[in-house]
């Protein structure tokens, strides 16, 4: 399938603005210490998020995971909210309160980025299934870490989405470490898509550095799913070219490996498929560049000069009406 | 005697047990050639090999479900949860299996198992990674709940935890990890469970704490005695569940006011139940209404507010005059 130039385009800018805007958290949470430690970074993977919301519609729900960043940007979610939230400030997409692990955007459609780990997937499920339930054509996405699938919450999922034929898409996020441990050393499956036979339902393997590949899978399982015809599980391969997260050393991760891959990187890789085209000058290029430079330092501003939440603040939301 | 951190203290008594005794074996995520995300099971598994040091994959039904069999098998598993915030997967496991196995065989059967939590906040982190909801295993008929406040009372307690018949759920303040060292001996030492400590002595108020909270309590109690010469006197709990409800109890008869210091959330909190015994066991003897010094009723703020959740010195000393002024 041929992926429209507009969409490449779109993809390239949500891959360069995840950078940029990750590269500023690392300065600014490992370097400055101005946003506390726990800082987990989707560098390197950032073509799995820009493929698979290039291929939804802005009514489709994502469920995501501790590794959100990239998925929230790519589906839309303003960068100034993220930062100022990231920050702890009040005019964060969540006043404040949930930090860099637990964003939720409503504008987007994303309810729910959880940091337990497996924790989002039967959530998905139940998403899908109140789609199906009130006919709309909308399509739930859940995000979730190789890791993830070791978790009981995945078969539950898988199995009930596929009994029930739901409108959803399992897209695990091979980044071939769960935590310290590597992809061989949990589980005896060759690829995550291998256990899509189990429930059953479609199992794809795409390349997660290329963003197109990743669009062009999600597109089709998209349009099986919002056509009644169930889920699919999408696994994309990839590579975490940080550590699990930013005060991780990463000692467990051969130095070529994490070289070879930073060769592999999914924006570079994706720029010069364009400009070879001819779909992107150099000019065009370093534009894009300079904008999401751009975007980030707005963002990076708007959160500094952002206020904290008031403590009284930290006592309402907890039911409908205040405590 | 070395000086030791809780974490150092912790793997110490790991390691001897394991040593000691060949049914000891540890299990959890990234434990082995990792040694666990606060580095509590650092070297074992080069000492006792990868049979009896587990690196599992991420399923924590799993592991407190499989410690369950080892157990029943009589393996002796001390499992370790990454933060107590994600423990919750394991929870149906102990409290429907593991909680229950030897009330429903009549004994026949029983579950020495260690299910190891770093839990609780002061490290700026984020909402699970910082939660501190021992009540849920307190409040657990057949579950111990054992929470050490130091490096060595960690040691000793464990040991305990190993050896003990019954499952114990075992919270470790990840604030006191690394924030202060003690001595502890090499030989062995335990502490019952079941136990509370007497930490300090006084006659005008009886303080009632356990875990990361019992630094700032203590530092409230010496502060009161420096600045106003109000001697508190000091109670460690160590076990949450089943409560030692003797020391404290006593010592209120003999003070008649008590301040309970806790960073859980308040409601139904560990804290709760202590006010009850004491309302059971020294009603008569009370001076004034017992008060709670504790967390909110809400999810623990982000970093930029952790610090006003947290119970400090100068919000147990307000306590503890309001008691004394009633
Ligand atoms: C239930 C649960 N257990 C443990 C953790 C701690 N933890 C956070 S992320 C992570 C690794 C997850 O690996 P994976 O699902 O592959 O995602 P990745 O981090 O590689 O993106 C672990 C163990 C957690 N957050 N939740």
């Known amino acids: ?323 | 005697m070395a000086k030791m951190t809780m974490v150092q203290a912790l793997n110490m008594a790991l390691a001897q047990e394991m040593e000691k005794d060949d049914r000891v074996v540890v299990l959890g995520e990234d434990v082995g050639v990792d040694g666990g995300v606060f580095r509590v099971t650092d070297g074992l598994i080069d000492r006792f090999g990868g049979e009896r040091v587990m690196d599992t994959p991420l399923a924590e039904s799993g592991i407190a479900g499989f410690s369950i069999g080892l157990a029943l098998y009589g393996l002796r598993p001390v499992c370790e949860m990454q933060f107590s915030g994600f423990s919750y997967y394991a929870m149906h496991q102990m409290e429907a299996h593991a909680a229950r196995l030897r009330w429903r065989s009549q004994g026949r059967f029983h579950v020495p198992m260690v299910l190891r939590c770093p839990y609780g906040g002061g490290v700026r982190a984020l909402e699970h990674h910082s939660e501190s909801r021992e009540a849920y295993w307190a409040h657990t008929p057949g579950l111990k709940m054992v929470i050490p406040s130091g490096p060595r009372n960690a040691r000793a307690l464990l040991v305990s935890a190993i050896r003990d018949p019954d499952p114990v759920v075992f919270y470790e303040p990840k604030a006191v990890y690394r924030a202060f060292r003690e001595e502890v001996p090499e030989e062995e030492e335990v502490f019952p469970i079941g136990r509370s400590q007497l930490v300090r002595g006084g006659k005008d108020v009886t303080l009632i704490s356990y875990g990361a909270t019992l630094r700032p309590t203590l530092e409230a109690a010496q502060t009161l005695h420096d600045r106003y010469g109000i001697e508190a006197e000091v109670i460690d709990l160590l076990t949450i569940s089943p409560l030692d409800d003797e020391l404290f109890s006593g010592s209120v008869r003999k003070t008649g006011r008590a301040v309970v210091v806790h960073e859980a959330p308040r409601s139904f909190g560990p804290g709760a139940e202590v006010v009850s015994r004491l309302v059971e066991k020294a009603f008569l003897y009370l001076e004034a209404p017992v008060k709670r010094v504790t967390g909110f009723d809400i999810v623990i703020p982000l970093y930029q507010r952790e610090q006003e959740y947290l119970p400090h010195a100068d919000r147990i000393m307000k306590a503890v005059r309001e008691t004394l002024d009633f």
């Open chain 1, 1 to 323: 399938m041929k992926v429209p130039a507009e969409k490449k385009m779109e993809m390239l800018r949500s891959m360069l603005l995840t950078r940029a805007f990750e590269d500023a958290l690392q300065v600014l949470c490992q370097i400055q210490g101005k946003i506390p430690g726990m800082m987990i970074l989707c560098t390197g993977q950032e073509a799995v998020a820009s493929g698979v919301c290039a291929a939804l519609q802005n009514e489709d729900f994502i469920i995501s995971n501790h590794r959100s960043h990239g998925h929230l940007l790519a589906k839309g979610a303003d960068p100034k909210a993220l930062m100022a939230e990231i920050y702890g400030k009040r005019t964060g997409c969540n006043k404040g309160k949930s930090g860099t692990l637990h964003l939720a955007v409503p504008e987007v459609n994303a309810p729910c980025t959880t940091t337990v780990v497996g924790g989002g997937l039967p959530i998905s499920v139940g998403v899908a299934f109140a789609q199906k339930y009130r006919k709309e054509s909308a399509v739930t996405v859940c995000l979730f870490g190789d890791g993830a699938a070791d978790e009981g919450s995945f078969h539950e999922s898988l199995n009930l989405a596929s009994l029930w034929q739901l409108p959803v898409l399992f897209v695990c996020e091979n980044n071939l470490y769960a935590g310290a441990q590597r992809f061989e050393e949990h589980t005896r499956v060759k690829s995550i898509a291998d256990r899509a036979a189990g429930y059953p339902m479609p199992g794809v393997v795409v390349d997660g550095n290329d963003a197109p590949a990743v669009y062009t899978a999600t597109l089709r399982a998209r349009e099986t799913a919002a056509n009644g015809g169930g889920p699919t599980l999408l696994e994309c391969r990839t590579y975490r070219c940080r550590g699990h997260g930013e005060a991780d050393p990463q000692h467990y991760q051969p130095k070529e490996e994490i070289a070879l891959w930073k060769q592999r990187c999914p924006i570079l890789k994706l720029e010069k498929e364009m400009l070879q085209k001819g779909i992107l000058s150099a000019e065009e290029l370093e534009k894009l560049r300079e904008d999401s430079r751009k975007a980030v330092q707005e963002a990076v501003r708007f959160a500094e000069e952002s206020p904290w939440p008031d403590v009284a603040e930290a006592f309402q939301d907890v039911y409908v009406s205040d405590l």
